[in-house]
């Protein structure tokens, strides 16, 4: 039974949020810092504790945190973990309540959020997809870009919790279209990483410094913001997540499926993905997509300088 000790005002909407990795921690702690009553639930319940010890509520599982709140959020890895988490064992569908407004920030399938939405909307629950983009930084700043699919009137009601996580929310259709306008948003971000990849190694070989051109180019026509942020970082000799690659490599098989479902050709998309699933398999998924490099540095047996290794 959900064990509650502390009292929420009755005009208060109890928010629920589910999947505290990188992403969700730093989302749900700027719902509790702007003061909104929050219960959390994670698979691996140690990452709760910083939450925790700010006043927000445990809940033993994701069916007894959906009992207690009016809005849920969830932000796990893949579309699998997702319908894990709403209709496994314990799950959302065996708690929440008539009424309340399902908002999913993970990055999944638009099959998948048109599928809960299916599943739920007779159980009188309203689902929106919010995938996000900006990164770890952006949800740590609060700056993210949402992205969302489902009914417009619902995204008006929950906005002001949106509000406190992004900057730019923006409506983009019905029920996986978000997830829709995400893939496409992964779509460019592999091909900034990929092209980042190979103009420093280019650069580097060829006999200029890859810092200075990257310093060059990034203030003309090639300006981006993987260049701004991740650039920077490789010639540092980091290659931590931030987001990982094994989810760039998710992000990317969902963006193909997705264009295979309507017989779409998206070439440079599918080498990407190919380069992306080769990092996963030689055991690198866990490094920063940025670290596509990595696989660049193979082909052409030069090693990207940093200043650790100048
Ligand atoms: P992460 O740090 O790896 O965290 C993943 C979270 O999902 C953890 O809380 C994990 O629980 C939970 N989880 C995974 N499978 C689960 C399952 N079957 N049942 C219950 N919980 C499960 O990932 P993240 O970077 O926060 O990414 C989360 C989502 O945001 C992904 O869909 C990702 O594509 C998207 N995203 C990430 C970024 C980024 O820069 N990181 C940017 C935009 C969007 P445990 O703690 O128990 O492992």
């Not at 948003?185 to 092209?195: E, T």
């Not at 060059?216 to 942020?229: E, F, K, P, S």
Request: aromatic fraction near 4%; charge should be negative.
């Amino acid at each position: 039974m959900y064990n509650c000790t502390k009292e929420f005002k009755m005009q208060d909407k109890v928010i629920g949020y589910i999947g505290l990795g990188t992403m969700g921690s730093a989302m749900a702690g700027h719902l509790l810092s702007s003061g909104f009553p929050l219960v959390v639930w994670n698979r691996t319940a140690s990452k709760a504790q910083a939450l925790l010890e700010k006043g927000a509520i445990w809940a033993e599982s994701p069916a007894v945190l959906a009992a207690q709140c009016d809005v849920v959020f969830i932000n796990v890895s893949d579309t699998k973990d997702v319908l894990e988490v709403i209709f496994g064992e314990n799950g959302v569908a065996q708690g929440i309540r008539p009424g309340t407004i399902l908002i999913d920030n993970s990055t999944i399938a638009p099959t998948g959020s048109r599928e809960i939405d299916e599943r739920l909307a007779p159980m009188g629950v309203r689902c929106l997809d919010a995938p996000v983009s900006g990164g770890d930084i952006g949800a740590r700043n609060a700056t993210l870009t949402i992205i969302v699919g489902g009914d417009e009137a619902t995204l008006e009601e929950v906005r002001p919790y949106l509000n406190v996580l992004g900057k730019k929310i923006t409506h983009v259709g019905g029920s996986g279209a978000g997830q829709i306008a995400k893939a496409a948003n992964q779509i460019m971000v592999a091909a900034q990483m990929v092209a980042e990849a190979e103009l420093m190694i280019f650069a580097q070989k060829a006999g200029a410094d890859p810092a200075k051109v990257v310093e060059a180019i990034n203030a003309g026509a090639a300006q981006c913001w993987t260049l701004d942020v991740k650039a920077p970082k490789l010639l540092n000799g980091e290659r931590e997540p931030g987001f990982k690659a094994t989810l760039q490599a998710k992000d990317m098989n969902i963006a193909v499926e997705t264009a295979r479902a309507y017989h779409m050709n998206l070439p440079a998309t599918a080498l990407h993905t190919q380069l992306y699933n080769g990092m996963v398999a030689i055991g690198e998924g866990n490094l920063d997509n940025s670290a596509i490099i990595s696989m660049i540095e193979v082909m052409n047996g030069e090693k990207l300088k940093t200043k650790e290794s100048d």
